[in-house]
Structures are given as C-alpha cells and as structure tokens.
T-cell receptor, first 114, second 109 residues
Framework: NAGVTQTPKFRVLKTGQSMTLLCAQD?????MYWYRQDPGMGLRLIHY???????AKGEVPDGYNVSRLKKQNFLLGLESAAPSQTSVYFC?????????????FGPGTRLTVL | GQNIDQPTEMTATEGAIVQINCTYQ??????LFWYQQHAGEAPTFLSY??LDGLEEKGRFSSFLSRSKGYSYLLLKELQMKDSASYLC??????????WGAGTKLIIKP
C-alpha cells in the first residue's frame, strides 16, 4: 500500500498563475483533508471532504477550490496564486471509524509563489 | 476563539526523559492527539486521549486532564531519532482537528 501520495512534491509559481495539487489514497478512506503548514503556526485546514462528491470549507478556504470526483482522489486548485499562498501543503485521509479518527498524511507539496 | 499552546522548542539529552506540555481552549472536545513530525516529512500519529489519565505506548506516554485543558507527552529513554517536532491537536465539536504550532525537540548526545 502506498498510503497517501501527493503530486507534485515541489512547485514554483509566478503570481497569478494557476495550478492543481493532486492527492491520492489507497486505504478506501471516506474522509480527506487539505492543510497548509507555515512556520510558527499549526496546521490549518483549507478544505475537507466526508465522501465522494462532497466538499466543505475549513478554516482558511479563500483562494482555493477542491474537488472529490473519485473516492480515492482529492484535488486542490489555486486559480490565481498569490505570494501569501507560499507554504507546505499536506493532504490527509481518515476512515472516520471508532475509537478515534486517526489522520494519515501525504509527504507534502512545497509551493513557492514569486 | 480556539487556542492550542505548546512550547516552541525544547532540548534534552540522549537517554533522558522529557515532558512536552500542551494546553488548549476549544469549542468542544472530542479527543486530543499527538503527532510526530520529522523535519521535511509528514506528521505521523503517536497517541490519542479522550478520557482523563495516562496512556502508555512503549517509550511514549500521553496524559490528559480535561478539567484543566491540559495534556503532556512523555518521552523516555530518549534516542537521537526522537529529534523532531511534536504536534498537539484537539478534535473540536465539529470533529475537526485544531493544531498547535508544534514543539521542536532537540536531542543532544
């Protein structure tokens, strides 16, 4: 099992460019999440999904869009990148099962917006 | 507002014991998680507490006091590979994780 994978691992964009980050999981998990991690701050939830075809906003959704057309994939889009979106992006998935909802993380995408 | 506080950085000696504290104020509480994150890598799950008390898992233990909004992670017999950041996260009433900024643990020989 590959677990959670993310594509690409690194990316440099110019302000105003667009891109899509791909997350894939092979654990048949219902829940998927996109976080960003910035120095000195905790992980912040951008968007999440509780199942195929569903998405919801997290703490910092502005400037991002997501789609979950297939259960195993969760895409994060930046329509018009801004320097404030320079960050490390982590995707995670979880089963939602008892006794606790452990999240499994991908290796991250390091994005720089110039 | 929701807030998770933990020390920014701690230093300990190989073979020793270290305690990393976490205090929280959140809208609801459905459990507290500790994750380990090595530099440049993804967070990985360490422990979960939902009831008061101590949960032990090998060299690592985690304690919770819900009335005090307080948890700690105890690492025994420290090894160099334990050098990492330790993230405290609380699952709130919406079943979303609220994360602390993490504690960077430096192990010295």
């Amino acid at each position: 099992n590959a677990g959670v994978t993310q594509t690409p691992k690194f990316r440099v964009l110019k302000t105003g460019q667009s891109m899509t980050l791909l997350c894939a999981q092979d654990m048949n998990h219902e829940y998927m999440y996109w976080y960003r991690q910035d120095p000195g701050m905790g992980l912040r939830l951008i968007h999440y999904s509780v199942g195929e075809g569903t998405t919801a906003k997290g703490e910092v959704p502005d400037g991002y869009n997501v789609s979950r057309l297939k259960k195993q994939n969760f895409l994060l889009g930046l329509e018009s990148a801004a320097p404030s979106q320079t960050s490390v992006y982590f995707c995670a998935s979880s089963s939602g099962a008892e006794p606790y909802n452990e999240q499994f993380f991908g290796p991250g995408t390091r994005l720089t917006v110039l | 507002g929701q807030n998770i506080d933990q020390p920014t950085e701690m230093t300990a000696t190989e073979g020793a014991i270290v305690q990393i504290n976490c205090t929280y104020q959140t809208s609801g509480f459905n459990g507290l998680f500790w994750y380990q994150q090595h530099a440049g890598e993804a967070p990985t799950f360490l422990s979960y507490n939902v009831l008061d008390g101590l949960e032990e898992k090998g060299r690592f233990s985690s304690f919770l006091s819900r009335s005090k909004g307080y948890s700690y992670l105890l690492l025994k017999e420290l090894q160099m590979k334990d050098s990492a950041s330790y993230l405290c996260a609380v699952e709130d009433s919406n079943y979303q994780l609220i994360w602390g900024a993490g504690t960077k643990l430096i192990i010295k020989p």
